[in-house]
């Protein structure tokens, strides 16, 4: 079992940036590949980056490519999301998510936070 946590969330300008993170509780955590997800208002959930167990390897979605950067500390049993470079477009509610592999579909994800909500002002 994994319990998650989200902090970080808020209202940025565009151009800003905010850091993301997932605060993981269970001893399997490291076992785990991590994901980032969002969901505007009206609209589908859809898949931002995820890495793996060991960290050595990311994925992200076409709109955030060189501007968010995923990564974690199994120490700490936490995951961040990086974002620069924001934009009005980016406003959503973010959830972090744990699965047996990572990728970008939602049902490969067994755990799911709560959500943070960000907002970005043009």
């Known amino acids: 079992q994994v319990q998650l946590v989200e902090s970080g969330g808020g209202l940025v300008q565009a151009g800003g940036s905010l850091r993301l993170s997932c605060a993981a509780s269970?001893?399997?955590?490291?076992?785990?590949?991590m994901g980032w997800f969002r969901q505007a208002p009206g609209k589908e959930r859809e898949f931002v980056a995820s890495?793996?167990?060991?960290?050595?390897?990311?994925y992200y979605a076409d709109s955030v490519k060189g501007r968010f950067t995923i990564s974690r500390d199994n120490a700490k049993t936490t995951v961040y999301l990086q974002m620069n470079s924001l934009k009005p477009e980016d406003t959503a509610a973010y959830y972090c998510?744990?699965?047996?592999?990572?990728?970008?579909?939602?049902?490969?994800?067994?755990?799911w936070g709560q959500g943070t909500q960000v907002t970005v002002s043009s």
């Open positions: 269970g001893r399997t955590f490291r076992w785990y590949g």
């Open positions: 998510a744990a699965g047996p592999g990572f990728g970008s579909h939602a049902n490969g994800y067994d755990y």
């Open positions: 890495i793996r167990w060991s960290g050595g390897g990311t």
